[in-house]
């Protein structure tokens, strides 16, 4: 009990003159183990030969795990807030390394349903709990930098894949000595497999409980040294007022937001998924591709780094300019950029490496962006509450992204014979899609005063 008791809140308020700059470590330790999420398709081929099933039944994994994960941070949202960082860190790590040793037990029994509770529903739960559990933490930590800190970890989820693909293939080589992680087409047996989700569930825990242990909670009464709170009243679109996360469903402003993130999430999710092919496809002649399969693996990599590197980047520069001015970016730059991938993306491939990934980095940018401008709109009372919800736009254009890219594609032609003509119709949806966002992100407006909470208004005007 009194190890359980030491995850409590008020177990985790943080002494005086404890370092605010060992919190985005914290976080980050979480991000980067639940970003493995994005490096299932290491192994997919593998599980597939495995299980002897369909490319689809194995991709159905990653699915669920993505739509727990809006699932969970929507509902939990409010229990996170309530239970602080440090039992919701444990708890994701709970989740998430059980994912790995049920669906490990699914793989050696041949169960594919149990690397669907395991890996999808449960793993998801994990991903959904940690995604959001160090959000408002950070954003109290940092009310002067709030982009900069969501940055800080966030930057973790898109670099974990960096991480766990190239670990994933030398542990499957390890395990199988029959397995090349060089060659494209070697697959792992089921033994190697087995190991591997056992090593990652048991190596992912261990690395989540450096987060929990370091994690801590401002006391009430701290600030930044040299920060003066008055100088928010001075930003537009910067309350200092607080806003529940019950009510902030109900305002125009949260909608509006969960239109900006879905759009943009599903422009650029559209290229993430199809990022290894497409770029063979646009340098295809005559049924041959310019672009071998190695430096398509090559620009996925590439991808994932302007997919990190946004995330710091673009959301520390919101600190500076605003978050609506950065989502006029995101989402105008973006149909700009979607247009020239389309007519002029094949005439180079650097060129079209450049343009998508600068699009990979705004789709970065506003996962890290999205918590500050919550913070700007709600305060930071259930700011993380508020962003689990939110998420359930990701959930959506987790789903909306591919289906549009691959249904324009499956009425072009069959894989491997597509040509850049064939995404056109696709990318040009997407700059519809960015103009939609674009819109709803210049109507944002403040938060009307009748859906702050009532105590709290009370201070803001007192003060």
């Known amino acids: 009990m ?34 493995q999420v994005y490096a299932t398709s290491v192994y997919k081929n593998s599980l597939v030969q495995h299980f002897d ?27 996170v807030e309530a239970n602080g960082p440090r039992k919701a860190m444990f708890v994701s790590a709970s989740f998430w390394a059980s994912g790995f040793l049920i669906g490990a037990l699914g793989i050696a029994t041949t169960q594919l349903w149990l690397l669907y509770l395991g890996y999808g529903v449960l793993g998801g739960i994990g991903l959904g709990i940690g995604y959001i559990s160090p959000v408002s933490t950070l954003i109290k930590w940092f ?16 670099g974990g894949a960096l991480i766990a693909g190239p670990l994933s293939r030398q542990l499957m080589s390890f395990y199988d000595s029959g397995y090349d992680p060089n060659v494209a087409t070697s697959v792992a047996d089921g033994s190697a497999l087995t190991a591997l989700f056992l090593t990652l569930g048991i190596g992912y825990f261990l690395i989540m409980m450096f987060g929990v242990i370091n994690i801590r909670v401002p006391a009430s009464d701290w600030s930044p040294a040299g920060w003066d709170p008055a100088s928010v009243r001075e930003k537009p679109l910067v309350t200092t007022a607080q806003v529940a996360a019950a009510n902030a469903i109900r305002t125009r402003a949260f909608w509006l937001l969960w239109i900006v993130l879905f759009c943009n999430v599903t422009a650029g999710i559209g290229i993430l998924e199809q990022a ?25 990599g590439v991808l994932s780094l302007f997919n990190m590197a946004g ?10 300019i605003g978050r609506r001015p950065i989502y006029m970016l995101y989402l105008g730059g973006g149909m700009i ?6 007519t002029v993306g094949p005439a180079a491939t650097a060129l079209f490496v450049l343009l998508a990934g600068v699009i990979l980095s705004f789709y970065g940018g506003g996962f890290a962006t999205i918590p500050a401008y ?6 930071t009372y259930q700011v993380g509450a508020i962003h689990g919800r939110l998420l359930t736009a990701w959930s959506a254009a987790g789903v909306a992204g591919p289906l549009i890219i691959n249904g324009f594609l499956d009425a072009q032609g069959k894989p491997g014979t597509l040509t850049a003509d064939a995404y056109r119709p696709a990318l040009f949806t997407m700059v519809a899609l960015l103009a939609v966002g674009f819109a709803a992100n210049l109507l944002v407006r403040p938060v009307p005063s009748k859906y702050h909470e009532p105590a709290m208004k009370e201070e803001v005007q007192a003060a």
């Open 143 to 158: 009310p002067d930098r709030p982009g900069l800190a969501t940055g800080l970890a966030i930057m973790g989820f898109g």
């Open 53 to 79: 099933t369909s490319q689809t039944a194995i991709g159905v994994i990653f699915s669920i795990a993505i739509v727990m994960l809006g699932l969970s941070a929507a509902v939990g949202g409010t229990w």
């Open 311 to 320: 995330r710091f980047v673009w959301s520390s520069t919101s600190d500076l």
């Open 337 to 342: 950029l979607y247009a020239l991938l389309a």
């Open 374 to 379: 919550l913070r700007d709109l709600f305060g």
């Open 2 to 35: 009194a190890l359980l008791s030491a995850l409590d809140r008020e177990h985790t308020i943080a002494p005086p003159g404890y370092s605010r700059w060992l919190i985005p470590p914290a976080a980050l330790s979480v991000h980067l183990c639940i970003g």
């Open 276 to 300: 290894s092919p497409m770029i063979q496809d646009f340098f295809r002649e005559d049924g041959v591709s310019s672009v071998a399969v190695s430096a398509a693996a090559g620009f996925v």
